[in-house]
């Protein structure tokens, strides 16, 4: 006899064969190592899934549940907003240069009188704060779309 496929040695442990086909499997197992070990492996599910029922969850178990699973969304909503605060911080420093640059630029652009420190930094100081305060919009108008993005 060819060996029985899973599905019969499955249908042999649940003793859901017909008889002279579950004698036919019975008598190969005697004979057959390979196909003896697969019903014993079998068995030994079978036994194990008896004894651990599926674990039901109480209302309690639940709650835990959720709140754990909130909890992770809200780390996960924090990193967010740190790594977008650190990228903020960044194209501060960046746009706080370009700002520095071109002020000093267009104040010293060829054909005009140097200007004094105080009156650059004043300048500077001016230009900046039109900037920071875009990018602030920016940035608030950013992280309000991550979070609806994210979901809660
Ligand atoms: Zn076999």
Request: net charge positive; glycine share 6%; aromatic share 4%.
């Amino acid at each position: 006899m060819r060996c029985p496929d899973p599905v019969q040695l499955e249908a042999l442990v649940d003793g859901e064969l017909p008889a002279d086909r579950a004698a036919g499997v019975t008598r190969h197992l005697e004979e057959c190592p390979a196909c003896a070990t697969q019903v014993r492996r079998i068995r030994q599910l079978v036994a194990l899934l008896r004894q651990r029922s599926v674990p039901v969850l109480d209302e309690l178990e639940v709650a835990q549940l959720v709140e754990s699973v909130r909890r992770k969304a809200e780390v996960k909503r924090r990193l967010t907003f740190a790594a977008w605060r650190r990228s903020l911080v960044a194209a501060s420093l960046v746009l706080a240069l370009g700002t520095g640059a071109l002020t000093w630029y267009r104040l010293n652009s060829p054909g005009r009188r140097p200007v004094a420190p105080d009156a650059f930094a004043l300048a500077l100081l001016h230009e900046h704060r039109r900037y920071e305060v875009a990018l602030g919009a920016a940035a608030d108008l950013g992280f309000n779309v991550q979070v609806a993005v994210l979901g809660q």
